[in-house]
T-cell receptor, first 115, second 114 residues
Framework: EPEVTQTPSHQVTQMGQEVILRCVPI?????FYWYRQILGQKVEFLVS????????KSEIFDDQFSVERPDGSNFTLKIRSTKLEDSAMYFC?????????????FGPGTRLTVL | RKEVEQDPGPFNVPEGATVAFNCTYS??????FFWYRQDCRKEPKLLMS???SGNEDGRFTAQLNRASQYISLLIRDSKLSDSATYLC???????????????FGQGTTLQVKP
């Protein structure tokens, strides 16, 4: 069964450093998403991406965040200057443009720790 | 009012028990509804979609009441492996698109005991 994959599984960084989180969505999916989950809290939407542009973004997704699809398979989330409060699990998700376009499948996540 | 609200639990039940989770959502324009399961420090995994007519998948039954903006999940004959957090999720699609951001509830924790 096809899966969303994410790398790295755990990223430790110093405050103020840039990080890039990587995702490989399911191959025939065309809608891509990033979510985050701070420890003990609910999963929160960050951004959706379709046709090489952002479809929607949340208030969390400020100028420090950016997304990119640099090639036909990868989807990345960049945080330019990390803050302590960016520590969280970051989940990538993708969905199929077909009949089940509203169903999103999640990757295993990247645990980001900002020191 | 929270966008998606669930009783956080925990629900502690013996094996074989029937347990029900409830969820309410605030936005009447919500398009699609789901239950996801999340194990500790893992990704959310789709358990089932929820349809107005009600739907069943083995031991799991989901119901949606659009008028009351209420979603439920019933688990029959609980197994130890059902222990997890159950997330009520609403898709906030925009316009004619049926894709959109997912809004998650806080989750309801289920612990099934031997």
């Amino acid at each position: 069964e096809p899966e969303v994959t994410q790398t790295p599984s755990h990223q430790v960084t110093q405050m103020g450093q840039e990080v890039i989180l990587r995702c490989v969505p399911i191959s025939n999916h065309l809608y891509f998403y990033w979510y985050r989950q701070i420890l003990g809290q609910k999963v929160e939407f960050l951004v959706s991406f379709y046709n090489n542009e952002i479809s929607e973004k949340s208030e969390i997704f400020d100028d420090q965040f950016s997304v990119e699809r640099p090639d036909g398979s990868n989807f990345t989330l960049k945080i330019r200057s990390t803050k302590l409060e960016d520590s969280a699990m970051y989940f990538c998700a993708s969905s199929d443009p077909g009949a089940r376009a509203d169903t999103q499948y999640f990757g295993p996540g990247t645990r980001l720790t900002v020191l | 009012r929270k966008e998606v609200e669930q009783d956080p639990g925990p629900f502690n039940v013996p094996e074989g028990a029937t347990v029900a989770f409830n969820c309410t959502y605030s936005n009447s324009a919500s398009q699609s509804f789901f239950w996801y399961r999340q194990d500790c420090r893992k990704e959310p995994k789709l358990l089932m979609s929820v349809y107005s007519s009600g739907n069943e998948d083995g031991r799991f039954t989901a119901q949606l009441n659009r008028a009351s903006q209420y979603i439920s999940l019933l688990i029959r004959d609980s197994k130890l492996s059902d222990s997890a957090t159950y997330l009520c999720v609403v898709n906030m699609a925009q316009g004619s698109s049926n894709t959109g951001k997912l809004i998650f509830g806080q989750g309801t924790t289920l612990q099934v005991k031997p």
